[in-house]
Nanobody, 125 residues
């Protein structure tokens, strides 16, 4: 089973960019579908984006609120999944979590059983 560690969060002005990374331990990273979720204070954890495992055709999915601004990618050689965040908005402020599951990806956080510790993203207006 992999373990996940996120990095790259911080404070940025509206319209700015950040790149989050999630590094996985273990040698079976390519078998895992990966997702990014976020949780703002007082709100439920919500889906941001996800990507299939590398043993399947590459497919990604994005929440409507982030389409065209946030992009997921994976680098199996580095056991890493990245989240490039452009044109950030104050409503993107949240703790961002990466998650992993065997099989196809899911847009529901309930279907992921491996989580990182989260990284804070704050967007000022």
């Amino acid at each position: 089973q992999v373990q996940l560690v996120e990095s790259g969060g911080g404070l940025v002005q509206a319209g700015g960019s950040l790149r989050l990374s999630c590094v996985a331990s273990g040698r079976t990273f390519s078998r895992y579908a990966m997702g990014w979720f976020r949780q703002a204070p007082g709100k439920e954890r919500e889906f941001v984006t996800a990507i299939t495992s590398s043993d399947r055709a590459s497919v990604t999915a994005h929440a409507d609120s982030v389409k065209g601004r946030l992009t997921i990618s994976r680098d199996d050689a580095r056991n890493t999944v990245n989240l490039q965040m452009n044109n950030l908005k104050p409503e993107d402020t949240a703790v961002y979590y990466c998650a992993a599951r065997i099989g196809s990806f899911s847009v529901s956080y309930l279907n992921y059983d491996i989580w990182g510790q989260g990284t804070q993203v704050t967007v000022s207006s």
